[in-house]
């Protein structure tokens, strides 16, 4: 048996920007996803996943062909197609997935719900990449796509300052141990958003994107310097303003707490996921009245 366990993700700042080089401030978080390898006989791959809950939420057995020869004929959007087509490019990678293999048995399990888009993908890309000894980085690009900044936190267990230099990523040690992470917290929006579509979006609204690049990586450098909580809110605020004319689009304060007497701000692809509201009382309360009840504690989500 091998077993493999990647960290889940989250972006404070540089969502979207970070595609241009702008530093993104990324938060690994104390959830994520195992995968679970034993041999099999068959020149199959019996596939079996997990939610949070015990529960399987995905199961089905692929055989190599469809993995070598790409007979898989699933609709593009299933399951099963997303997973056959990321064995294909690891399959590029390290061809012994197949050529040196009799079969194997693979479980995930996800220590978060899959719904709440802590990178259910990106923990299992990265899980894949230990398993076959290959390059997360370049399997994501092959496969999914995006920034990378997930893959990032999916191997490192500290928060992190992230960006892409001539395409490829540079990860850094963030000195970013807020004294008051007691009054942060993270709301689940009740939807998942998906990143592929946010991003092709955002290609839309990319006019002076240097100038926003910059500003926002005087914001990200700011937040590490930010000692009071005012301070810190007061950045967040400024990044949301900025992202929101870059985005064309209302924050989320603006747009679904109004009257919340605290900052809001989004994280990662605007409009589903998780915010973070910054509240000197404990706003669970405030936010189950709105319908949202999933309210984690910055410390009990953050490594």
Sequence with gaps: MQRFYSNGKLMLTGEYLVLDGARALALPTKFGQDL?????????????????????????????????????????????????????????????????????????????????????????????????????????KNSFGGSGYDIACAQNDFPLLYRLENGDPVVETAAFRPAFASQLYFVYLNKKQNSRTAIASYYKHREGIDRQVSVIDGITEAILHANTLSDFAELLEKHEATMGDVLDMTPVKHLLFPDFNGTVKSLGAWGGDFVLAISSEDPKTYFAGKGYTTVIPYLDMVL
Excluded at 121 to 137: K, P, R
């Design 36 to 140: 679970v390898v034993n041999p099999a006989s068959d020149k199959k791959i019996h596939w079996k996943s997990y939610d949070a809950d015990h529960s399987v939420w995905f199961e089905d057995t692929i055989d190599f062909s469809d993995i070598r020869d790409e007979n898989d004929r699933e609709k593009q959007d299933s399951v099963r197609h997303t997973l056959v087509t990321m064995l294909r490019e690891a399959y590029l990678l390290n061809r012994s997935l197949i050529d040196n293999s009799d079969g194997y048995s693979v479980t995930t399990h996800l220590t978060f719900p899959k719904h709440w888009g802590l990178g259910t993908s990106s923990t299992l890309i990265n899980n894949i990449a230990q398993w076959l000894d290959i390059d997360a980085y370049t399997l994501l």
